[in-house]
Every structure is written in structure tokens, then in C-alpha cells.
Antibody
Framework: EVQLLESGGGLVQPGGSLRLSCATSGFTFRNYAMSWVRQAPGKGLKWVSAISDSGSSTYYADSVKGRFTISRDRSRNTLYLQMNSLRDDDTAMYFCAREVDEQWLVLSLGYWGQGTLVTVSS | QTVVTQEPSLTVSPGGTVTLTCASS?????????ANWFQQKPGQPPRALIYSTSNRHSWTPARFSGSLLGGKAALTLSGVQPEDEAGYYC???FGAGQLGVFGGGTKLTV
């Protein structure tokens, strides 16, 4: 069974940093591209970032480019999102998600975690 | 900036049929956009329904179908059930730059 478990959220002041983790199990992590998606309270979904199966290619939404870094650790089967220079409008639930098919990165996000809440506030 | 547009809200009677659409500000949506559809209920993460325009996941009920309709991606629910009342989001893949953009979501009332 595919499982994705996010952690690392919490309360942080504007300008601060957080690192989110997404621990995975039930599939061969190294074979799948992964994404982060966020949802501000009461708002819609926003795609944030994606990383290829190999980790060699990364992609970001304009709103986080230069502030967030996506990465993956094959030995730990874990996806990360390093978030720096956090702003009030980064407040959201952050979900990690896995592609449906191996090796492809076309945002066919079939599997989702439960999310971790990030609150940016002074 | 690319905008993906969905109907804000729709209402359907139980047993009826309803079609939700997903349009791109860049022009007609084609299969190259690998349209996804997700269902989300309050307090829950999104649940994937459709990928690559028209493919159901193994858990997706047969009453949900995806297609391209008039230059848009479309999600049709046939024989709507009360439990289908939820928010529905589409996601389009743009391949470069802003890789993916979600629509604003449709609140479906049954």
C-alpha cells in the first residue's frame, strides 16, 4: 500500500525557515517523480514544486522560486521541501503527492499524503 | 500568468448528470495538458479521480468520466450520489516554467 506521511509543519515567524519531510513506503521511491501542493485555509489547491525520479530536475511555482528547494533522499525514501524567507501568504496545508506512472513527470498526482500545516505569523 | 478556470459552483439532483469543465487562458486544452481531476471533502486531502484526461484510477467509481469538450477538459458525473457532494479541482500540466496550474475549484451541491 502506497503511503505518504508529511511532517515538519508548525508556526514560524515571517522571514523564518522550515523543512518539510514526506516519508514514503509501499513503492520503489527512486522510480517516481514527486510533487508538493499547498492549500491556504479556505482556499483552493496550488501546485508548489516537483522533482524528477532521479532528482536531477526540479520545478517551482513562480511564487516560491528562489525561496523553496525541493529534494529527495533515496536512502531514506523521503521527499523534502526546504522553505526559506517565509511570508504570511505561505501559510497553508502542504501535501506531498506521487505520480501515477514510473519515471514520468506530468503531474498525474495519484497518491497524496494527509498534509502538514505551516503557519507563518508574528 | 496562466489561469485555469472552473465553474465556481454547480447543483445537481441525485441520480442526475452534471459536467464540470476546466479551461486554460492559454487556449484550447488538449491531451498534452494531461488533465487531472480531484475530489476534496472538508478536512480531507484531495482524492485523485482522473488522470491524463480520461483515465480512471483503480478506486474511481465508473460514474466519473473525463474527456475533452469544446476546447476544455471535462469531468462528467452520471447517476450522481449524495456522497458526490464535494469540491472538485482540475490540474493542467504546462510542461515548462509554471509546470502545473490548478483550477479554482467547483463546489458541487447534490
Amino acid at each position: 500500500e502506497v503511503q505518504l506521511l508529511e511532517s515538519g509543519g508548525g508556526l514560524v515567524q515571517p522571514g523564518g525557515s522550515l523543512r518539510l519531510s514526506c516519508a514514503t513506503s509501499g513503492f520503489t521511491f527512486r522510480n517516481y517523480a514527486m510533487s508538493w501542493v499547498r492549500q491556504a485555509p479556505g482556499k483552493g489547491l496550488k501546485w508548489v514544486s516537483a522533482i524528477s525520479d532521479s532528482g536531477s530536475s526540479t520545478y517551482y511555482a513562480d511564487s516560491v522560486k528562489g525561496r523553496f528547494t525541493i529534494s529527495r533522499d533515496r536512502s531514506r525514501n523521503t521527499l523534502y521541501l526546504q522553505m526559506n524567507s517565509l511570508r504570511d501568504d505561505d501559510t497553508a496545508m502542504y501535501f506531498c503527492a506521487r505520480e501515477v506512472d514510473e519515471q514520468w513527470l506530468v503531474l498525474s498526482l495519484g497518491y497524496w499524503g494527509q498534509g502538514t500545516l505551516v503557519t507563518v505569523s508574528s | 500568468q496562466t489561469v485555469v478556470t472552473q465553474e465556481p459552483s454547480l447543483t445537481v439532483s441525485p441520480g442526475g448528470t452534471v459536467t464540470l469543465t476546466c479551461a486554460s487562458s492559454t487556449g484550447a486544452v488538449t491531451s498534452d495538458y494531461y488533465a487531472n481531476w480531484f475530489q476534496q471533502k472538508p478536512g480531507q486531502p484531495p482524492r485523485a479521480l482522473i488522470y491524463s484526461t480520461s483515465n480512471r484510477h483503480s478506486w474511481t467509481p465508473a460514474r466519473f468520466s473525463g474527456s475533452l469538450l469544446g476546447g476544455k477538459a471535462a469531468l462528467t458525473l452520471s447517476g450522481v450520489q449524495p456522497e458526490d457532494e464535494a469540491g472538485y479541482y482540475c490540474l493542467l500540466y504546462f510542461g515548462a516554467g509554471q509546470l502545473g496550474v490548478f483550477g479554482g475549484g467547483t463546489k458541487l451541491t447534490v
